[in-house]
């Protein structure tokens, strides 16, 4: 038995299930409001199929060898990036966006097994010991990885999704070697777009840089191209801002900040805090919540179900919650630090990254700190497509944990 | 530490982890714990809705209990903004007569999840052919509202008056009202609305994101709508009816009220209309044949329409003659069948003069040269003072709406519209026989032989008979005012009356009277520029203690004596017959007894020329 539990990383494989009961029963309950009972679509039962094929292939991944998972990289990749040709081609349009190929009877949604994909193919190509993503050329070329399927994802246009590729990249490169005085010159840029509406801001994150440039000992031509470049971002951003039409300034505050917009993006955000809020500290109960009974709640079988956790489990059920996630990705970062192969640690990286990109972000957007942007929350969130990817990455992750001595 | 070492990094990863989820715990904290109530109460608010229960409006019965209007159901079509499509708006659109615009603009005016009533009624054909085809229209929803439902089709009209809905005016002075009620607008709907209405109940209910109703919320909050109170108004139905068809394809009003309690027992005007195309939306083509009629369907004619009253007015200018002792009862005057006034000559109806006269007679023969000049004797200032104190001029009161005074001519007057010493005493005398500016109405006609059959005391003329509670059961009786015309004395109405006694015994309303009741009267043929003369008779029987007055007018119809006066008398064997007072027997009886004296008259004469001829 003890021989066993050195295979098995049951804190891992345990919050993986906690979290997808959790939906199952956020699932059924929410399909059991008044309306769901007439549409036909039973999701709770369609999950529970989802899951038990993915728990499958956690199974067969499990025991395949690692190895396998490397060749196959490239090809996952460049047959997820046809698939997603194909979506432009002969997408069914959902949600504003082509999304989804049909195949007989099943709707699959090639971006979520991109973003695997892509995961897997960035991790071979930049775990190679001749890619040192300090120099440019390697940099820009390991790049090129997460932007095509961004770019074509971007297209269908669903850029929520299209952001997990930008958001995936430099985790991986950081801990592909990357440095982390290159990640964070990388990162002042951004935020100094969001500093340079206030003086005070951008004066001490400049003064910050000056300071950080010459302790850094680092050539003359690129401390000034650094500064420069801040300075330039600092003082254009707020003459570009004040350009903009007040419509198009208007869709950007409106997208921040939805409750802005009560009856248009905002009213879904309203009603999710309303249902989250209401829940209190012991939610009102299994199948009691009004906002969620009454369909007050959008999108609660996909975007909204941790509101459905909320309303009906109150601030217990979102902590459990929270609480399992945590033990997820905690074991996640662990079982990257200790696996033997670099290609293996930045996979479990990149998984890792992707998985807590779109929990935090969903979970944000229930409570209104983020924009509503459509991504699922892992495990929880109805979707074959997206739980079977799921399943394959925490298969992939507990292969990597059972051969983290080989490998 | 080495920035660099895998060992860092994962650190830095794992710390990354606990402050995001550590911002996320903190921020469902805020909403869930310290906020929650607020977020408690928005959900409620979500989901709770306050539906108003319509009460049902008092129906409306006559003296006697007989029902005239009550409420029967009707479907009302409405669209629900956020689900109609525009196959749906097109559809209703060719139903409803409304265009596509018309209806986008009332669903745009209105909330996404708010019903929006379209069709006010719509007939069972319809909706069933809706409720069938009920999958390809979105968005329609029908719910069933009472509407007004009369058990006559003619000679309510004017008298009910219509319903609609609500305005802005209203909506101010009666905060218990929403847009979209119905209200009375006119004449008794309108002015006994507060009771026939009713009060609004309250129902809480539980309402999912579409606003649908998915279960009612019982408890003490909610409230039963209280319904409105029965009227019963004074009108006899039968004998409205009976007066109906006497003025069937006439033009005119018939007005009859007992003078002991001011009761209006029949109120009627013609031509009228029926009140069942108004309960809804007037279909066009009704709506523009009424608007168009020459005939004016529309106005009343009893209390609305003001006429010259004629030969029934000379009955004002001798109570203010005597009153004032400017004559005696004996006084006489002799008329040759004309009247010099000035340069110009005026004539009597009879053009051979009716020679000389005291009052009485000159009552019973309706003589114009008489009263000239007693009019001008009299003088245009008393003549007015005693026209404003039978309350002409003025409105009854009546619970009515829109009602005539009419329009009764003084010094004043006069010089303010033709300037001062510009008016001539040819209009005086004219005003004596009731002709020139003076107008009255039926009504006041009716009120004022009232005041005569009662020898000098007002009750005022009321529809108005009681109004019963139908939860409470309490009956709240109607109180007319009562008082007496100060200042004439009785023998003035003694003298007046007598005349009008001779006018239906032998006089020019001979057609009026009835066998066995003393029946009194004026009649009275107004000359009017517009064509043939008014017809006019007004009275009351039986003579000793009337119970019942009366005032007929025909316009256009030519001679008071041939015209109205038989219709008054008709309408008043009827109401001594359900009174059981009259035996129509009698005119049988009365037939045979004729026509036996006129054979037996001409076998006499036949014996007479006979023995003549014998003779000879």
Redesign the interface.
Known sequence: MSGLTKKIDFFLLFSVLGLIAMGLVALYSSSHTVMAQGSGTNYFVKQLFWTFLGLTIVAVVYFIPPRWIYQFSYFFYGFSIFLLVLVIFFGRIGYGAARWLRIGPFLLQPSELAKLATILALARYISREDCDLNQLKPFLLAALFPFVPFLLIARQPDLGTAMVFAALTLPMFYWAGLKGVNLTLIIIPFIMIFASFNFYAFLIIMLILLFFMIYSRRSRLLIIFVLLLNIVVGLTTPALWNHLKPYQRNRIIVFLDPESDPKGSGYQIIQSKVAIGSGGLTGKGFMQGSQTQLRFLPEQHTDFIYAVIGEEFGFRGVILGIVLFTIFFVRGIQIAASVKNKYNGIVAIGIVTVLLFQAVINMGMTIGLFPVTGLPLPFLSYGGSAMLTNLLMVGILLNFYRNKYEY | MQ??S??F??NV??VA??V??L???M???????S??S???R???Q??IRMITRMPVRGNIYDRDGRLIVDNRPAFSLYLVPAEVTAHTIQVISRLSGLSEKEIREKLRRSGRFQPVKIIRQVDMQTLTWIQENILDLPGVEWRTEPKRHYTRHSGLAHLLGTLGEVDERELEKFPDLEPGDVVGKKAIERRYDRQLRGRKGVQFV?????GRV?EEISGSQNAKPYPGEQLFLTIDLRLQAYADSLMEGKRGALVAIDPRTGDILTLLSKPDYDLSYFTGVVPRDIWNKLLNDPHHPLYDRAYQSSYPPGSTYKLVAAIAALNEHIITPSWTANCPGYFKLGRRIIRCWKPDGHGTQDLVHAIKNSCNVYFYKLGLLIGIDVWHKYSRMFHFGEKTGVELTNENPGLVPSRQWYEKVYGKGKWTRGMLANLAIGQGELLVTPLQMAQFVSILANRGTLVTPHLGLKLFDPITKKVTVIQPRRYRIPGIDSTVYAIVLRGMREVVDGGTGWRAGIYGIPVAGKTGTAQNPHGKSHAWFIGFAPFEHPEIAIAVLVENGGSGGGVAAPIAGAYLKRYFYYQGKYDYSIERILAEQRRKQDSLQVARQQAEADSVRQEN
């Open positions: 920035f660099s895998l060992e990094k994962k990863f794992i982890v606990f995001l989820f911002i996320l715990a921020g469902f904290f805020r909403i869930q714990i906020r929650s607020i977020y408690s928005k959900s409620r979500n989901s539980k309402v999912d994101a579409l998915v």
